[in-house]
């Protein structure tokens, strides 16, 4: 895999950024100030000169100077027991109806799509509705890779890297108020640039799904804004998209513009397009057929190797708990 640091061209304007100082991590700090490998804990050995520069860092790392978030630590509680999925491949197999339903021929197809400058709406019950620039979420809160499985639905499946914010800080960010019990997230409506939004009219446009409030904060719930150590490509759901690896693919809902919170079950796209078939939860389990299909095996994109479908996508330590009651 390859981590090259890149800066991205659609940070938001300084005026509406977090202020600087909270970008300049320890690294960053440590070389600013001329320490870098002297191994000395920030705060504890520092003399007074320094512990000025460090008040003066903010001033120097300011415009345009934001660092990338590649490489981003990879959190080590989540190992895989697969190799990893090509990258090409996964880039190349996509679902987004948006586009269209052949898998690959979606990334032919986003070239009219434009991921950046992205608002995002937080809204319904919050303690302060509003709108931000997927940047700012990006800088102010923390981003992190994982390795994880992802299960669609139609019984394929791929272990990918994903960069992303864990959902319980956007959620502790967004600060909904305590009658809130789920978060409906929806994507995009641009006819102009999503040709399938166009002429699939029987498709309830936008992708929309949701989450229960604590699927949201759970451990495993990641905002995905980047995918083998760059930025998402458009075709995976840039900017951002929602990861929850032990349910079926279709509740990572891609290129969210407005997260809702709610104290209603929101509904969901394909819950409404086929009832019968794609249901709330869609916790993966192979015991549970699809109605055309057994759930019973996976087959790996790219090596097309068979695997035994595990329940919860093999996620049940995290995961199985919030079902305890129904
Ligand atoms: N999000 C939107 N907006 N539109 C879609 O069609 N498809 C879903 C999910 N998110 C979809 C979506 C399905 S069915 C799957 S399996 C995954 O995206 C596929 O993600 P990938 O193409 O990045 O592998």
Redesign the pocket.
């Known amino acids: 895999m390859v981590h090259l640091p890149r800066r991205r061209g659609w940070e938001i304007p300084d005026s509406s950024a977090t202020p600087e100082a909270a970008f300049v991590d320890r690294r960053d700090f440590l070389k600013l100030v001329g320490l870098a490998g002297a191994g000395l804990a920030v705060g504890a050995g520092l003399t007074r000169a320094a512990r000025a520069l460090a008040a003066a860092a903010p001033a120097v790392a300011a415009p345009g100077a934001a660092r990338s978030i590649y490489p981003a630590r990879r959190n080590p509680a989540f190992v895989l027991d697969r190799p990893l999925t090509g990258e090409q491949v996964?880039a190349t197999?996509?679902?987004?109806?948006?586009f269209t339903e052949q898998k690959d021929a979606?990334a032919r197809l986003v070239g009219k799509f434009e991921p950046r400058p992205w608002r995002i709406e937080i809204a319904g019950m919050v303690e302060t509705p509003r709108q931000v620039d997927v940047g700012y979420l990006i800088r102010s809160l923390p981003v992190e890779e994982r390795l994880y499985r992802?299960r669609?639905?139609?019984a394929w499946a791929?272990a990918v890297p994903w960069t992303g914010i864990p959902m319980r800080e956007f959620v502790k960010w967004a600060k909904p108020t305590s009658s809130a019990r789920f978060v409906r997230m929806v994507?995009f409506l641009r006819p102009d640039e999503a040709p399938n939004q166009k002429t699939a009219t029987w498709y309830p446009w936008p992708?929309y799904e949701g989450l229960r409030l604590e699927e949201a904060m759970n451990d495993l719930t990641l905002l995905a804004v980047g995918i083998y150590g760059h930025d998402l490509p458009k075709?995976?759901?840039a900017p951002i998209?929602l990861v929850t690896p032990w349910k079926y693919?279709?509740k990572?809902?891609?290129?969210i513009v407005r997260f809702e919170f709610t104290d209603r079950q929101p509904k969901t796209f394909w819950n409404d397009v086929a009832a019968k078939e794609y249901d709330f939860l869609a916790n993966v389990n192979p015991k549970v057929p699809h109605p055309r299909w057994s759930q019973a095996t996976e087959r790996m994109i790219g090596s097309d190797e068979r695997r035994p479908t595990l329940p919860y996508n093999g996620y049940g330590q995290w995961a199985a708990g919030l079902y305890d009651k129904g």
Do not use: D, L, P, T
Not at 93 to 98: D, K, L
Not at 252 to 255: A, G, L, N, R, T
């Open positions: 996964a197999y996509n679902n987004f109806y948006e979606v992802h669609c639905v139609e791929m994507s992708y075709q995976h759901g998209r693919g279709f990572s809902i891609k290129s």
